[in-house]
């Protein structure tokens, strides 16, 4: 599995063996036109904007169907007996982890309307990472314009949330929290709007940085036997690779986790403005 | 136009965000260990409440590392 991983650097390090020896881990990182690196992709332009079908967006793809093939037979499988088996196991522990644990701690009453979408947000966050992970693969979620639409529909859930149970000015004046002198009621203003786009900001931003942050470092120290152009280094840096890796999958479910749990406070405290 | 003075910056950055977010972890795991030493049934609530924190550092650590990587492609 690590060998699938390192036979690409080999190939990329030789070729650009007059470039800088680092160039290799920004093209690994990031988008590329060819799926695989190997196979060409569709290139679509349209009024102007690129939408070609690029690295990321194709393991976008495929990552959608996963999680809609998964999601979909398990409901069928419901139909016949409350009782899942096999693969169903799995998801129906994961679901009611996040249900019980994540959702309605943090949300409080009337989850259930929002239980769907925060559910589509965990399994698609970590399918998208856990795909990363498999030899050749790309992490879709490893793009900041991936992680920045996940963060803005996750601002228009929380914004809509908030407005559609306390009206539009009311949930501007449910912002600021009762019980403070009037003369920093216009500071506290300032803050509260900053604060409702630094949030979704923030999630952005942790996602991407989590995802690029663990393969840069896969591919550093794999890297690194190539730039001290000695086999000595090799048992040290595929070990320090192998346990940097198993990290990897332990952060993939972390993430999906915490912007799972964040975003579901988010909507408990825009929903529920009176603490 | 001379580039050098943006790796020494980020290097230097790399350096800083590393000690923030290593004191910042620390000082969570510390109090982590002394509350499950004294109430050991709370082990699995305050692990929770452990990971989430550690995550929110991690991800404002990894705020100045992405402008660090920034410094060091430019």
Known sequence: MLLAEVLPVIEHSAEKAEESSSA??????????????????????????????TNHVAFLFIAAVLVFIMFT?????????????????????????????????????????????????FFFILTANLLGLVPYGTTATGDIAVTSALATIAFIVIQGAGMAKHGVVGYFKGLIPHGIPSWILPVMFIVEILGVFTKPFALAI???????AGHVVILSLIGLIFILKTIYV?????????????????VAFIQAYIFTILTSLFIGMAVHQEH | MDF?????????????????????????????????????????DIRTSMIIAAALIEGISLFGLVITILLALK
Do not use: C
């Open chain 1, 24 to 53: 290799f881990i920004i093209h690994h990182v990031m988008d590329n036109y060819n799926l695989f690196g190997v196979f060409p992709l569709p290139r679509i332009h349209l009024f102007g904007i690129d939408f070609s079908i």
């Open chain 1, 73 to 121: 037979r398990m409901a069928k499988a419901y139909q016949k007996s409350l009782v899942p088996s096999g693969f169903n196991t799995l998801l129906e522990v994961l679901v009611v982890f996040i249900r019980d644990e994540v959702v309605k701690p943090t949300l409080g009453e009337g989850y259930q309307k929002f239980l769907p979408y925060l559910l589509t947000v």
């Open chain 1, 206 to 212: 942790r996602l991407f940085a989590n995802m690029t």
């Open chain 1, 234 to 250: 090799a048992p040290v840096s595929v070990g320090f690779a192998l346990f940097i890796y198993l990290l990897e999958i332990l």
């Open chain 2, 4 to 44: 050098s003075w943006a790796y020494l910056a980020a290097g230097i950055g790399a350096g800083l965000v590393v000690i923030g977010g290593g004191l910042g972890i620390g000082k969570l795991a510390a109090s982590a260990m002394e509350a499950t030493g004294r109430q050991p049934e709370a082990t699995n």
